[in-house]
């Protein structure tokens, strides 16, 4: 069944190609016409191959995340902060900055579910929906990975608001079903009473919805405590292909004891994917530990683990990465960035090594 499946999307994304090419050849010969972006290769004013034009569709493979030619892929970028809260920053301008001056291949759109304004709790669904839709045909037309994020957090139990998950990522797996960059992560950090018992069955119902759409994206599913007790979803995985399970850090917080336990699991064969993590103190606040991020950046190395850095706006805190006041959303100097954007888009960059 899951390779018919596979098989149909193919053919499907096959027909596609062809009918627009087809199309595509047409258009072109039409005097005046400037050539539009495929959605699955690259922006027009891209010169050089993007990283979806470069990967392809992912997949899970073991611990490892890997490309269309089954070589090991590492996703590295920044995660919004609060869709409602910043808006702005979803903005083709910024994630093209994040792409060609940082060096991210991936950005992660946070959408809270239970905060004040969140998608559960007053916010404006349409309005919310929009951004997120937004988001990911930014990321898709500069051939950027995308994940779509449940921000599950104040709810602390994601079965609190099951069933608008449900429809949530029905209508979104359905949207971007043909799209080979579209990550979902359904339950940001548990935490509090929440149970893996509780996740799993509520990842039993998240994840077929999914699935009937998209046969093969890759979902990232949350762990309890935060997103830190990934040994107990390698006790009792889920039973679905393409999965993997959200570790998160902060550095001046979460020291060797959790990259003991993030090691041994990925050493067992647990696919591990660090959607979040930040420098400073797992408050967001605090003095920056950039010793300890370095070790987690050697461990992500190390295991070929992707990471996923919080967070893009100037929030007067230590883990936003632009400074407190700064009003640009793109092309920003080092003057713009805070200790921890500087550091960060370093090691996007390469430069730390």
Not at 31 to 60: I, M, Y
Request: aromatic content about 10%.
């Amino acid at each position: 069944m899951k390779d018919r499946k596979r098989d149909r999307k193919a053919l499907r994304k096959t027909g596609l190609a062809a009918f627009m090419a087809l199309l595509t050849a047409l258009v072109l010969c039409m005097p005046g016409t400037v050539q539009a972006a495929g959605p699955h290769v690259q922006a027009a004013e891209d010169k050089a191959p993007t990283p979806v034009g470069a990967h392809g569709a992912l997949r899970v493979n073991g611990p490892d995340l890997v490309d269309a030619k089954g070589e090991k892929i590492q996703l590295k970028g920044m995660s919004t902060h609060g869709l409602s809260w910043f808006p702005r920053y979803v903005d083709k301008e910024t994630f093209r900055t994040l792409r060609d001056d940082w060096g991210a291949n991936c950005v992660r759109l946070a959408l809270y579910t239970d905060e004040y304004n969140g998608y559960c709790s007053g916010g404006n669904k349409e309005e919310l929906k929009n951004l997120v839709n937004n988001g990911v045909s930014y990321a898709t037309d500069l051939g950027m990975y995308v994940i779509v994020d449940w921000h599950v957090l104040n709810d602390r139990d994601p079965n609190v608001h099951k069933g608008e998950a449900l429809a949530f990522f029905d209508e979104m797996a359905e949207k971007w079903k043909d799209h080979d960059n579209v990550i979902y992560e359904i339950c940001n950090e548990p935490n509090s009473g929440a149970t893996w018992e509780g996740i799993r069955a509520y990842a039993g119902e998240v994840i077929p919805v999914i699935r009937k759409h998209d046969p093969d994206a890759v979902i990232i599913v949350g762990t309890p405590t935060w997103s830190q007790d990934i040994d107990q979803a390698l006790a009792s995985p889920l039973e679905f292909d393409n999965v993997m399970y959200a570790l998160h850090f902060y550095a001046a917080t979460h020291t060797d004891w959790l990259r003991d336990r993030c090691e041994k699991c990925v050493e067992k064969g647990l696919p591990v994917f660090i959607s979040e993590f930040g420098m400073c103190d797992a408050s967001g606040s605090g003095a920056n530990n950039f010793e300890q991020a370095a070790r987690w950046m050697e461990l992500a190395k190390k295991w070929n683990l992707s990471y996923i850095c919080w967070n893009l706006a100037d929030k007067n805190e230590t883990s936003s990465v632009l400074k407190p006041g700064c009003t640009k959303v793109s092309r920003w100097t080092e003057e713009d960035l805070s200790e921890s954007g500087q550091w960060i888009r370093r090691q996007l960059r390469g430069e730390h090594d």
